[in-house]
Nanobody, 129 residues
Framework: QLQLVESGGGLVQPGGSLRLSCAAT????????IGWFRQAPGKEREGVAC????????YYADSAKGRFTISRDTAKNTVYLQMNSLKPEDTAVYYC??????????????????????WGKGTLVTVSS
């Protein structure tokens, strides 16, 4: 059974760091594009960072550049999102998504992440003092 399971969310103070994980079962991530999306209360889901798991190409939303790093471990079939210098506006539910066709830029810029093949259930990140 195909599953994407996110973990690593939690409560962190502004300026702090978190590392999110997206572990896949029933699917080999190496041949897909994987993205991290987030949805804050009252806002549309937006792409944060995306990676081509085959060649490692990445794309970051402007809000993530310089602070977030997406990476993958093909042996563990897992994708990570290292988030540093967190801000209150980063508070959201973070989801990982997988698509077999989209490029990293297409995936991350797709409004609401519409059309992605698979989604995890999300992990909540709260940035607050």
């Amino acid at each position: 059974q195909l599953q994407l399971v996110e973990s690593g969310g939690g409560l962190v103070q502004p300026g702090g760091s978190l590392r999110l994980s997206c572990a896949a079962t029933g699917l080999t991530l190496e041949y897909h594009t994987i993205g991290w999306f987030r949805q804050a209360p009252g806002k549309e889901r937006e792409g944060v960072a995306c990676i081509d798991s085959h060649d490692g190409a990445t794309y970051y939303a402007d809000s993530a550049k310089g602070r977030f790093t997406i990476s993958r471990d093909t042996a563990k079939n897992t994708v990570y999102l290292q988030m540093n210098s967190l801000k209150p506006e980063d508070t959201a539910v973070y989801y990982c998504a997988v698509d077999g066709i989209a490029s990293v830029q297409t995936m991350c810029l797709m409004p609401g992440g519409y059309g992605m093949d698979y989604w995890g259930k999300g992990t909540l990140v709260t940035v607050s003092s």
